[in-house]
């Protein structure tokens, strides 16, 4: 059975009616969770007794939490006794085995399970989701003009992919973040998405995100060292670990986007960013209309 409270008081309605439910389910799809609860049936543990011969039920919540951290909230677990609760804790969820709080979330609602299946509706495929059909995200992104790196932010094309995921993805295969969705070949957009399963699976077992390959780390052996388990993300200046070309960093859709602009050198590059990286062998820096003839053979 679970105890909840709010003691920053701005989610007390909604704790109240968690508080003295069962736990039955916790589900997530992208960056939403759903917690689903129900009163105590007998068999439960703080639950009444089953009588002779009465078979244990599993009902099904009736009450839904939806929580959806954002950029900061923090949900902290751990194991008894809780400690004192302080500052803005949104929401205190006490069991008999564990404790977890929740802080500066996004969204931090109760509804109702048709309002959760309104959600998940309104959401994309989910890499991390064995049964995922990932041919409804390519459909958006096949008849979009938007960039790809925009589009794979976008929770209701992609559920689940932040902006380390959507920096390292393009490295990996090499595509330009500014490049229109449609340009993206079906071939080449399932070849990403398989990718995307293997680096969230990873992530997750791992509780860290690493990107990097092996033979593409500076130290190729033993644990993976700071600074060397990603491409691109938050490397902005630092020499390329494929080709040495500095990262950049830039804006798209209200976030930073990290690339480098040689090994990712495709629609999105201007003439002028290729005069900057095909400067020949005496230092002399090429034209744009030199760098244009070059890079196209």
């Not at 194991?79 to 996004?106: I, Q, V, Y």
């Not at 495929?125 to 925009?150: E, H």
């Not at 002028?272 to 053979?297: I, M, R, Y």
Request: with cysteine.
């Amino acid at each position: 059975m679970i105890h909840a409270s709010s003691l920053q008081g701005r989610f007390a309605a909604g704790a109240a009616r968690l508080d003295g439910t069962v736990l039955r389910t916790a589900q997530a799809h992208g960056k939403h969770l759903f917690l689903g609860f129900s009163p105590p049936v007998p068999g439960d543990a703080d639950g009444p007794p089953l009588a002779d011969g009465e078979p244990r039920r599993r009902p099904k919540p009736d009450r839904w939490l939806h929580v959806h951290l954002g950029l900061y909230g923090p949900f902290v677990f751990g194991a008894p006794p809780a400690p004192d609760p302080r500052g803005a804790l949104r929401l205190r969820l006490e069991g008999a085995d564990a404790w977890a709080d929740l802080r500066g979330p996004t969204a931090c609602e109760l509804l109702t399970g048709p309002e959760i299946d309104g959600i998940r509706a309104r959401l994309g495929p989910d890499p991390l989701q064995p049964d995922a059909d990932s041919r409804r995200a390519f459909v958006r992104i096949a008849r979009s003009g938007v960039p790809l790196g925009a589009l794979l932010m976008q929770q209701d094309v992609v559920a689940g992919v932040g902006n380390v995921y959507r920096a390292e993805v393009l490295f990996r295969h090499r595509l330009d973040p500014w490049m229109p969705g449609r340009d993206l070949s079906e071939a080449g957009w399932e070849a990403l998405w398989a990718d995307m399963v293997v680096l969230l699976r990873d992530g997750l077992r791992r509780g860290r995100i690493v990107t990097t390959l092996p033979q593409d780390r500076p130290h190729r052996s033993g644990p993976v060292r700071a600074g060397e388990q990603h491409y691109v993300y938050r490397r902005t200046g630092l020499p390329c670990l494929i080709c040495g070309t500095p990262v950049v960093a830039e804006p798209m859709a209200g976030r930073t986007l990290y690339r480098c602009p040689w090994c990712q050198a495709g629609t999105g590059v201007s003439a002028a960013d290729l005069a900057a990286d095909l400067a020949d062998a005496d230092g002399d820096d090429l034209t744009p209309d030199q760098a244009v003839a070059l890079e196209a053979g």
